[in-house]
């Protein structure tokens, strides 16, 4: 049973956040007590997998704990420090702050990536000269590696807000239009048959078959693409001058402060957690179709 | 059994139609000198091979043959979902350019788009023909209501049976009140106690609406049990052997149909005239 939950979704293209649901598993059919019987194995199981997975994380936590006391605290730190620490941040303050002076910039640079990412995909995938005309531009611009970026962003933006937003946006942009692209080449011909043969005109075809069935294409990018200007965020923070959580880690690592640290890296940890979840339980509650007619399930028309 | 080769050269109206009793009316469909060919790497596939058909109104025809007989190929060319490379269709008399806004196409996949509600699906067509909210909705409706599904009008089609989403695939065909129903296959895909319920509600649909329906199917038992006409196709090159009256009375049932002598008789012919052209791939 524990291996449903690690299925690969479509597409599968590196996604955090994968599925937590264990009881997807179609366990339907049979008698009553046959299915009883069923039930009662994958809810065992469960409990296995879930008590495992906690004694793991507190046997790590231990370990950290113990080795943390003998070395010197700027070291390690222990997770009762760093407990501690996170508490103090959030009290006065820093931490609410710099997350949300984070969040803010990430929102506003991936909201900005995913528009014009899907638009410019989706016109791509819709006009066959514009695909090839821009192409090579989308190749480049995806294979670039953010990082060597930043002195660009600088130059040019300079530092702070804008220049941090910037940054977030073009390492967003160019993973939105590679997969909205992605998912435009590889729509069903089924689909874009019923679209001509009812009479819908190419404006309609794209809005109404052609950008749904991309659907989850889009959600894969959108993964890969939080992922991506989380890292930016934090970047940005550190080398443009823009504060928050980034600006914070800096603070901390300079002046050795390993417990605040931790409970700062922790705290995007979680942050970054909370954001795929979210973009999971979007997807799960209202784009359904997406899982329930990806490859291999019962009732997906495979062709 | 009258004969039927398409050609260009014989003459078009006495060659393929064969209602020599009831020529009165001009054909709704009129199919002539359809050619298509597919060009491949290693070879080419000449799909259709000047191919003439008329096809009455109100009747109900059938295309038969095997797997890459060209029959699938010409359906869509029909429809206007793929064009041929030589030849016409006209519907009523006016020659068809693009996909025809009066005929209705069921497909073999079925195709019921996920992110859509079963009446959102039986909505399309409509839609498409910028007919209003609540008039899209009320026919939608009556279209489900036409083939037994009015109950899961707002699931998701994925969670409905092969059969089941099948029949919304007719409801949406017929929501745009097509001159003729082009039919693929329809039943291809389910399994045979389906495959019979549905033929049977098809052939009462078509009873009751008075519409003309064109259906491919590469099972013979199914054609005779729905068609009028039958007509006989093979491969390589895709054409015409010949075009067979059913004379079964009307209404047929399941049961009752396949001892009859005609019955069993057209079936020998048909694979008589199948199996006669084997050896060309």
């Not at chain 1, 640079?109 to 014009?116: A, N, P, R």
Request: glycine share 10%.
């Amino acid at each position: 049973m524990t291996t449903l939950s690690s299925a690969p979704q479509t597409p599968s293209v590196g996604s955090l956040g994968s599925s937590t649901g264990n009881g997807q598993a179609g366990s339907g059919g049979g008698a009553a007590s046959g299915r009883a019987k069923l039930k009662s194995v994958s809810e065992t199981k469960s409990w296995h997998s879930r008590a495992t997975r906690y004694i793991a994380i507190l046997a790590v936590l231990g370990a950290w704990q113990a080795t943390g006391a003998f070395l010197a605290p700027v070291f390690l730190s222990t997770p009762t420090r760093s407990i501690v620490a996170f508490y103090d941040l959030m009290v006065n303050g820093t931490l609410p702050k710099a997350v949300g002076s984070s969040l803010l910039i990430l929102a506003m640079g991936i909201v900005c990536s995913g528009f014009f990412g899907i638009t410019l995909g989706t016109i791509m995938g819709r006009i066959q000269f514009l695909e090839r005309a821009l192409d090579p531009l989308v190749t480049f611009g995806n294979a670039t590696p953010s990082i060597a970026l930043l002195p660009l962003m600088e130059v040019w933006f300079g530092q702070g807000k804008l220049s941090a937003v910037i940054f977030i946006f073009i390492i967003g942009f160019w993973q939105m239009v590679v997969n909205t692209l992605a998912g435009m080449r590889v729509v069903r011909i089924g689909y874009r048959d019923v679209g001509v043969a009812f009479g819908m005109s190419k404006w309609e075809q794209t809005f109404r078959i052609y950008l749904p069935a991309t659907q989850p294409f889009i959600f894969a990018g959108s993964r890969i693409a939080l992922a991506q200007c989380t890292v930016g965020m934090i970047l940005a923070g550190q080398e443009l001058g823009q504060g928050g959580l980034g600006g914070i880690v800096n603070t901390y690592g300079t002046y050795f402060q390993t417990d605040n640290l931790i409970a700062t890296i922790g705290t995007t940890c979680a942050l970054a957690l909370a954001m795929f979840t979210a973009l999971r339980v979007l997807q799960d509650t209202k784009f359904r179709w997406i899982r329930a007619t990806s490859a291999g399930r019962r009732g997906a028309n495979s062709k | 059994m009258t004969d039927s080769i398409g050609s260009a050269s014989q003459a078009g109206a006495a060659s393929a139609t064969h209602r020599s009793s009831t020529l009165s009316e001009a054909p709704v469909l009129s199919i002539r000198g359809v050619s298509r060919t597919f060009v491949g790497q290693e070879r080419d596939v000449v799909a259709l091979d000047n191919v003439d058909l008329d096809v009455q109104k109100g009747e109900f025809i059938s295309l038969v043959g095997p797997s890459g007989c060209g029959k699938t190929t010409l359906l869509r060319v029909i429809d206007g979902l793929d064009a041929a490379d030589t030849g016409t269709i006209e519907l009523e008399g006016k020659r068809l350019t693009g996909v025809s806004q009066d005929m209705a196409y069921v497909f073999q996949d079925i195709n019921l788009l996920p992110w859509r509600s079963v009446r959102g699906n039986v909505e399309l067509g409509l839609e498409a023909r910028g007919v209003e909210k609540a008039e899209r909705q009320r026919i939608a409706t009556e279209c489900l209501e036409m083939v037994g599904l009015k109950d899961v009008m707002n699931v998701p089609p994925y969670t409905l049976s092969g059969g089941m989403q099948q029949r919304v695939g007719v409801a949406r065909a017929l929501a745009v009140k097509p001159k003729v129903l082009l039919m693929d296959e329809p039943f291809g895909q389910l399994d045979n106690f389906t495959r019979e319920a549905l033929q049977a509600e098809v052939a009462s649909l078509w009873e009751q609406l008075g519409i003309t329906i064109v259906f491919v199917t590469h099972d013979v038992d199914e054609s005779i049990f729905l068609s009028d006409r039958i007509v006989v196709m093979h491969r390589n090159p895709g054409r015409i052997i010949e075009i067979l009256d059913v004379n079964l009375p009307r209404p047929r049932t399941q049961a009752e149909f396949r001892g009859e002598h005609e019955t069993i008789e057209l079936r020998s012919k048909i694979t008589a005239l199948l199996r006669s052209q084997e050896g060309g791939l």
